[in-house]
């Protein structure tokens, strides 16, 4: 099972205001970014992704389902450090 202690493995979790104010982000603009949210909408996630093209991020899309549906897909999870 998973709790709020897991996390996609491979991901970096940054709260929203980090993201909203450029906190920790990639400097190449082109890598690839997927967003995603433990909320049940996808509202969230959607709208970071938003934001980061906004933001000249070229390559930004959000986790269709969220957290929520990789879990259930059984994809690989790791233990939040």
Request: proline share 4%.
């Amino acid at each position: 099972g998973s709790d709020s202690q897991d996390v996609i493995k491979g991901a970096v979790r940054k709260p929203f205001g980090e993201l909203y104010r450029g906190e920790g982000l990639p400097t190449d603009k082109e890598k690839h970014i997927v967003t995603y949210c433990t909320c049940l909408n996808e509202e969230t996630s959607a709208s970071i992704a938003l934001m980061l093209m906004k933001k000249g991020y070229t390559r930004v899309s959000a986790l269709k389902g969220g957290f929520n549906a990789w879990v259930k897909a059984g994809y690989p999870l790791e233990r939040l450090r």
